[in-house]
């Protein structure tokens, strides 16, 4: 089992930038997939980046690559979502989660953490 807190959203106008923080805790983390959706309601879960945390391979969605970037710090248990550039179709709940493996596919995501509000003002 894994553990995910999210932490780091609020308000920010259109052009900053954001850190989400997602604090990862349980017994065999490195052998996970960590990973960041967003939703908006009314709207169906979207991807936005994931990482496996012991090699390092991402993914990104089209819709953000080039503006955000999914890290980790194995110091802090933390898997980073920096997002640059933001814009008001940024706004949602933003949800970090995680699931067994690498190269797994989005749907496979099994563990959810609360979720952070990111609202982008025009």
């Known amino acids: 089992q894994v553990q995910l807190v999210e932490s780091g959203g609020g308000l920010v106008q259109a052009g900053g930038s954001l850190r989400l923080s997602c604090a990862v805790s349980?017994?065999?983390?490195?052998?996970?997939?960590v990973g960041w959706f967003r939703q908006v309601p009314g709207n169906e879960r979207e991807f936005v980046a994931g990482i496996h945390w012991s090699s390092g391979s991402t993914d990104y969605s089209d819709s953000v690559r080039g503006r955000v970037t999914i890290s980790t710090d194995n110091a802090k248990n933390t898997v980073y979502l920096q997002m640059n550039t933001l814009k008001p179709e940024d706004t949602a709940v933003y949800y970090c989660?995680?699931?067994w493996g690498m190269g797994v596919p989005r749907s496979a995501y099994d563990h959810w953490g609360q979720g952070t509000q990111v609202a982008v003002s025009s």
């Open positions: 989660a995680a699931a």
């Open positions: 349980g017994r065999t983390f490195s052998r996970y997939t």
